[in-house]
């Protein structure tokens, strides 16, 4: 499996979707069935590596939010106390971003893909499928793209560490 180089931050910046995504731990994959959307959203934050990386996941009505502040390091970022570290993995999917979480403290690794369309073309999918496969994960969950992502949230602290939210949508 092939790592990206750093990465441009001018390419990394923005909100994708969550396309698809395998756990080698297995009790965490039906949770991850269960999920309706996530999304991933990077931000340059200060000078050319300090980025700013938030993440969101809806289940039913309920959106929770996480924003860490990281820094790249070639081509992978670490966060929670440096108990994960998460690598970027080339893809040849144009507008993709294909992140690996190594879970230290837990010997475990997430492997997910986001994109900024909600649906992409089988071939791409095809391509995470032999991805995860490599890594010898299970068969990877692709998430529904008719499913409403979370609304977006900025951090008013731009130094916090972690945000935590949890937002019910009353309709």
Excluded: W
Aim: aromatic share 8%.
């Amino acid at each position: 499996m092939e790592t990206k180089s750093q990465p441009d931050l001018h390419g990394l910046e923005g909100r994708r979707a969550m396309i698809a995504g395998s756990l080698s731990h297995l009790p965490l994959m039906e949770p991850l069935r269960r999920r309706d959307s996530a999304t991933a959203e990077f931000s340059s934050n200060s000078g050319e590596s300090g980025i700013s990386f938030r993440r969101s996941s809806r289940s039913g009505d309920n959106c929770h939010y996480a924003s860490y502040n990281v820094t790249l390091k070639g081509n992978s970022f670490t966060f929670k106390n440096d108990n994960v570290t998460t690598t970027f993995v080339h893809t040849s999917c144009h507008d993709c971003i294909l992140l690996k979480f190594d879970v230290e403290s837990e010997q475990r690794q997430h492997f997910y893909l986001f994109s900024k369309r909600r649906q992409l073309e089988e071939m791409e999918i095809e391509e995470f499928r032999a991805q995860a496969q490599c890594l010898n994960l299970p068969p990877p969950v692709v998430m529904d793209p008719t499913k409403d992502l979370c609304p977006e949230q900025h951090s008013t602290n731009p130094a916090a560490q972690t945000e935590n939210k949890t937002e019910t949508k009353n309709d």
